[in-house]
């Protein structure tokens, strides 16, 4: 009998996944026209947990589609643009110097990383040591500071 109510919930889980990720395809293609296959291949991406490269021509929408995935999620979206001057820092966060009565000490200060979707827009104009620490973040979904490891937030 456990089997079946198992079997049930399920089964009940799956239907709801399903209309909430029907809802969510349909809220981004009212943004992005045309470009059904590409956000069918995200949201499969999403529902996996990994990570995805969008490459295309400027101008084809693919901040827009982020930022509507973001909206459409309730998640918070930050946007990277990769030079050459930026600093691993600039990315995964740093520590400062607060002052509060007299007396100072260290703060954790979140880079754009811990946002719930981040957009890495050219990549491949950093520095290696800006890459590595992105790529990190990517694959240890976590940043380490000053000895101390930060976890990032799972959408």
Do not use: W
Request: glycine share 10%; proline share 5%; no cysteine.
């Amino acid at each position: 009998m456990s089997n079946t109510n198992n079997e049930a919930d399920f089964q009940h889980r799956a239907k709801s996944l399903l209309s909430k990720v029907e809802a969510l395809r349909g809220q981004i293609t009212q943004q992005i026209i045309g470009q059904d296959q590409l956000v069918d291949d995200l949201l499969v991406a999403l529902l996996a947990g990994g990570h995805v490269l969008l490459e295309g021509l400027p101008g084809l929408g693919k901040t827009m589609l982020v930022k509507a995935l973001a909206s459409g999620l309730g998640l918070g979206y930050s946007r990277v643009q990769f030079t050459p001057d930026l600093m691993p820092s600039d990315v995964t966060g740093t520590q400062v110097i607060d002052e509060d009565g007299g007396k100072r000490r260290f703060r954790f200060q979140q880079g754009p990383i811990f946002a719930g979707l981040v957009l890495a827009d050219e990549i491949n104009r950093a520095t290696p040591k800006t890459q590595s620490a992105l790529l990190e973040a990517m694959q240890e979904r976590s940043v380490t500071v000053a000895g101390t490891t930060h976890v990032l937030p799972q959408p």
